[in-house]
Each structure stands twice: as structure tokens, then as C-alpha cells.
């Protein structure tokens, strides 16, 4: 598996395109979600970890194929429009949860789960952001960094990439930043 795929609007997957190390993720909130086998170690962790802090951290949403992606940004175009959809939402073929390396992360606090912009201001939400790193995680669609992942902040949005998120957090860097650096190399 190749960590540090590159998925955005202009690197896309084919549309059958599916993971072989999909495996399910240990989530109470939702059952039947599927992450890349790595990924799901990697976040399990630092779920143990978020609750030593009395945090209790879980997964949302994870692998999505083709067809699920088309479903959702279909919808979202159709309610809110183009302009409003092609900021939020990835087209198919062009959605990082269809590496199965995505995770959009959920809050549990006073029994619900706080997901998407809900739990920009929360504690627990700052705590993913300055520790994620640690486990292979970034934050993928940093605030302050649109004109560059071309999407809107999304502070429930990390990604598994493995080894190079240390370099990539103290650089305070993009995956679009960090592939560029590379390929200078």
C-alpha cells in the first residue's frame, strides 16, 4: 500500500478501485465501516491514547468506493449547488476515502457524537490535530491551506499516511505540498 497516494481533484482513481487490505474498523458509533488494516491500528491507538485524556475519539466514516462517492456528491450538488459542492465534497474517483487511508473522526461527549463542524472548537478536537502525527495521521484539509487542497477546512477530516506525517506536521505542510517538495528532490 502506498501510504502517500496522492488523491485530489486533479490525481484520480479509477472508478474500480478498491483496497485489498480493507478491513472493519473498531467504531461504537457506526458498525460495517472499513478502513486499510494499517490505518485501523494506527487510529486504534490513538483512540487508547485520546482516552487516557478522558477523550473519547471514533470513526465516522472511512472507506467509501465509487458509486457511494457519486451517490453522496450528487446529492450535496443537487441541494446546494455546484459552487457550494465543489469545495465540500470530492468527486468520484476523487475522494481519499476511497484508499480506505481517510477517516472522518467523531467527538463522544454528553452522550452524542459530535461530528464535522461541531467539533471544531472541542478540546478533544485539538488534541487529534496536535497529536495525530504520532500515529501516521494528518490533518488533511488544514484551515488557511484551501487555495492549495482546493476543499474547505475540515477539522474532522485526518489521513493515514504512515511515517512521513511527522515531517509533514512540523513543516506544517499539505500531502499537495509535501508530493511537490519531493518531486524537486
Given at each position: 500500500m502506498d501510504y502517500n497516494i496522492l488523491v485530489n481533484k486533479d490525481n484520480?482513481?479509477?472508478?474500480?478501485?478498491?483496497?485489498?487490505?480493507l478491513v472493519e474498523a473498531s467504531s461504537s458509533y457506526k458498525d460495517g465501516i472499513l478502513i486499510d488494516r494499517e490505518t485501523k491500528n494506527a487510529?486504534?491507538?490513538?483512540?487508547?491514547?485520546?482516552?487516557?485524556?478522558?477523550?473519547?475519539?471514533?470513526?465516522?466514516?472511512?472507506?467509501?468506493?465509487?458509486?457511494y462517492q457519486e451517490k453522496i456528491y450528487n446529492k450535496l450538488l443537487e441541494e446546494k449547488g455546484f459552487t457550494y459542492a465543489i469545495t465540500r465534497i470530492a468527486e468520484p474517483g476523487k475522494s481519499e476515502h476511497q484508499t480506505g487511508l481517510a477517516i472522518d473522526f467523531c467527538i463522544y461527549k454528553d452522550e452524542k457524537c459530535y461530528i464535522e463542524h461541531e467539533i471544531e472548537e472541542l478540546l478533544e478536537t485539538k488534541w487529534v490535530h496536535q497529536n495525530c502525527y504520532?500515529?501516521?495521521?494528518?490533518l488533511r484539509y488544514p484551515e488557511g491551506k484551501e487555495d492549495i487542497t482546493k476543499y474547505s477546512y475540515e477539522p474532522w477530516h485526518i489521513r493515514y499516511v504512515g511515517n512521513i506525517a511527522s515531517y509533514i506536521y512540523n513543516n506544517n505542510l499539505t500531502l499537495e505540498e509535501y508530493k511537490e517538495r519531493e518531486s524537486k528532490k
Open positions: 484520480p482513481l479509477p472508478r474500480a478501485h478498491i483496497p485489498s487490505t487510529f486504534d491507538r490513538m483512540k487508547q491514547d485520546a482516552l487516557r485524556y478522558g477523550y473519547h475519539i471514533d470513526i465516522e466514516s472511512g472507506y467509501r468506493d465509487y458509486d504520532r500515529y501516521g495521521f494528518i
